[in-house]
Structure formats: structure tokens, C-alpha cells
């Protein structure tokens, strides 16, 4: 059973350049969440989505960042004019049930890892 | 709002070592208590979870207990290994609408031979 997948694993930008980041949930997973983690931070938590729904984007950047998870294919967490700032590790986790369930657990996947030149 | 906070490293220890790392929590309602485990250049890996009052989460010799009345979640481990070096994650998930891990800083365990 295949875990949770992001790709690339590593990711080399230039500053005003976009950033597109895959996540591939684990299978029979349709609630999928993306967490930034800045050096020497624990992580913070950015999205969740289900498919072809955003449910709380309370941790987002107002601008440039948006993210996506159509009813085909991986989810997406697009940085748009990448700046120097923007340089850290984004982790993508996905779970079986979803909000309202205690047990509920996120897996997470390996993460990608940004520099912003 | 909700937080953890986690006792501050890093940790460095002997094998065979006992470990215990602090783990505190602010949150409304009844929140999910986990720890989890990151290896040098890896995602997370669940350790273990509670989700309720004197719940007790285990998992490869770690243990942790949910207590309420001191909204703790502690992280123990009678014999430290070697390779249990890695920074470890204390996080809440609340009750409600979202799903939404909420992390400690993370501390760096480092177990010495």
C-alpha cells in the first residue's frame, strides 16, 4: 500500500519564478492538508482540501500561494513570484475520514524541499 | 486559539537511557493528542496517538498518556537506541470544523553509543 506521495522531492527556483508542488494521497484518501515547514520551526498547517473543494485555507498566504485538488490527479500547491522567503519544506498529508472524526489519522508524505535563489 | 508546547532541545543522550520529552497543550474542547517522529531528511512518521482522556498511545517501546488535568501528553521511553535519534513532533488536532494538525517546535534527540 503505497504511502503518501509528493514530487519533486527537491525544488531549485529563481526569485519571480512559479512553484508547483504535487501530493498524491494515499490510496482510498480523498481529505488531503499541506503544512510549511520553515527551518528550525515545526511545521504549519496551510490548507485542507477535499476534492475539487477548498475546506479551510486559514493557513494560506493571502497572495501567491493557491492550492487545488481536482476529482482527477494530485493535489497542487502553487507559489506564484517565488520570493527568498518562500524557501522551505512543504509537507502534504492526507487521512481516510475527515473532519468530524476523532480517530481520524494524517499520513504524511516525504515532503518537497523549496530553494528559492 | 490552540498550541503545544514542547519541551525545548535539544536532548542528548546516552543508549539505554530513559527519555522523556514535555509536551503541553492549549485547546478548546476534547483535541487528538499525537506524536510524531522525523528523520534527517524524511516526512513524518506517526508514532503513536490518543484521543481521549487516560488514553494511553504505544509504539516501539514509546509510550504516552493523555491527561486532561494537566492537558499533557508527555512522551516516554524506558531504553533509548541509537537510532531513535531524530526530532520528534508533539501536535493536537481539535474538535471541529477543520482537521488541522496543530505542532510543537519539535526536539532534536540525539542518542549516543
Redesign the interface.
Known sequence: NAG?M?NPRHLVRRRGQEARLRCSPMKGHS?V?W?RQLPE?????MV?LQKENI??E??MPKERFSAEFPKEGPSILRIQQVVRGDSAAY?C?S?LL??GD??????????TRLTVL | GNSVTQMEGPVTLSEEAFLTINCTYTATGYPSLFWYVQYPGEGLQLLLKATKADDKGSNKGFEATYRKETTSFHLEKGSVQVSDSAVYFCALSASGSARQLTFGSGTQLTVLP
Open positions: 503518501v509528493q481529505h492538508y503544512y520551526e515545526g511545521l504549519k498547517f485542507y475546506i479551510d486559514s493557513g509537507f498529508a487521512s475527515g473532519q476523532r480517530t481520524d489519522t494524517q499520513y504524511f508524505g516525504p515532503g
